[in-house]
């Protein structure tokens, strides 16, 4: 009873802080590209992302997220909430699709980048999975060692690929739901485990391991030259894109370091922001929260919605993930995270 009272008490502090004070809202998208398959939905169209930009403009001041502590702290009630745009991962469309739009609109950004990737000669496990199985001419069956355990998947009466399916839907055949149970799988596998899987599925599939120009991630020099302008920054995102929970805080603390080291490098100046991969509640724990802080990391981006205000824990700040909506349901979404958490 005591810790369900503090948690009503927290509850309500909440909700007197977003009423009295300044909020901002902090929207995380990972892609803007078109026609690909997406069945994590992690893709959001050119022209989506643009209506976006422009509602924001309309809605809110568009702010960085090295200047949002400032801002909150500066700004009335009475004016417009703040908005800050991040991306996840380290797409190349971040710098190819995105950055134009961003410069079209003046909107600065910050894009979370796994170290990883860079100049990576492969794709996300989850982008692998949907380039082997989601195709018409699979083998008629896998099987698949994954630690200990032997999967096995019939694919023989599987013919017709349904390219707008997505994981927010039920599955309808064995190809959906094998996709769905190894990225089940995967996403809590240490990187060796990854990678043992994923060769698996090459040999079996006999497909290429280079990644496809649409889904490959950012090189150095775009890394450079996304930054270049001094509109968009870069933060750090691990190295390997782990569920940070699932790992020994040893295993943790040099995701975290080694993914700040590499990009310091790249970029030559301090890397001072951080995005829990997933970044749900579950994907990260108060000790991972410590390393983040103790790593000299300003501030660090979760993955659940709410609103940012000057009270808000600096290293868990909440986001509003975006799909691709066109204006009109953006506007509704916006408007409505507002009326929700004021």
Sequence with gaps: MKIKGIGRLQIIARTIQNRIGANAVILLYHRINEGIPDPQRLVVSPAHFSEHLSLLCQMTDPVSLEELPLRLRSRKRSERPLSLITFDDGYADNLEQAGPILAQHGVPATVFVAAAGINAAHEFYWDVLEHILMRPDLPPSLSLKVESRTYTWDFSGDRVIDASWDVLKPYGNNV???YLHLCRLLVNLPPAGRAEVLEQLFVWSGLNRHP??????????EICSLTASGLIDVGAHTVNHPTLSMLTLRAQAQEIHESRVRLEKIV???????????GRAQDYTRQTVKLVRDEGFHYACSNFPGLT?????????????V?????????????GVFETYC
């Design 309 to 321: 205000n000057r009270w808000t824990d600096p290293f868990q700040l909440p986001r509003l993930c």
């Design 212 to 221: 496809r120009p649409s889904h490959r991630t950012m090189t150095e020099e």
């Design 176 to 178: 959906q739901q094998a």
């Design 268 to 278: 030559n100046r301090p890397i001072l922001t951080f995005s829990y991969p997933y």
């Design 323 to 335: 799909q691709d909506i066109d204006g009109e349901r953006f506007s509704k979404m916006i408007s």
